[in-house]
C-alpha cells in the first residue's frame, strides 16, 4: 500500500485495530493529545478503559520493512512540529500514595518482622 500509493508511512490512530505488526512493519506510538474532560468512558474487551476524560490519544506510525530510520525521521518531525508530548506538562502531577517497596515489604515479612 505505501509502495503503490508512493508514501512513506502509513499513521493511525492509536486506538483503531489494526495489527501493527502487519507485513513486519516498524511501528512507533506517539502522542497526539487527550481526550476532552467531557469524553465518556468506553472499555475493551477486557474492561480496560481505552477512551475517556483526560486520557492520551496516540497516533501509529508504520512504515516499510527496514526503513526504521526513515519511521524515527518522521516520528521527530511530528513531535518538533506539534509539540504535543510538552501539553502533559501543563497537567497536574498524579503522586503515589503507596510505595512499590512498602507493598513488597509488607508480603514478605511475618508478624514478628522476620522475612517469610
Known amino acids: 500500500m505505501l509502495n503503490s500509493h508512493k508514501c512513506d508511512a502509513l499513521v493511525v490512530p492509536a486506538f483503531c485495530h489494526t495489527p501493527a505488526d502487519l507485513g513486519q512493519c516498524p511501528v512507533i506510538s506517539l502522542n ?14 477486557g474492561d480496560l478503559v481505552s477512551k475517556g476524560p483526560n ?16 519511521l ?10 506539534f509539540a504535543v508530548a510538552r501539553k502533559e506538562l501543563d497537567k497536574p ?18 508478624s514478628n518482622g ?3
Open 32 to 45: 497526539m493529545g487527550f481526550f476532552p474532560g467531557n469524553k465518556a468512558i468506553e472499555r475493551s474487551d
Open 114 to 116: 522476620a522475612r517469610i
Open 93 to 110: 502531577m498524579i503522586l503515589p500514595t503507596t510505595e512499590l517497596r512498602d507493598v513488597i515489604n509488607r508480603r514478605t515479612k511475618g
Open 55 to 70: 486520557i492520551p490519544v496516540g497516533l501509529f506510525f508504520i512504515g516499510r520493512k527496514w526503513d526504521d530510520a526513515k
Open 72 to 81: 524515527l525521521g518522521l516520528g521527530h518531525a511530528y513531535e518538533q512540529a
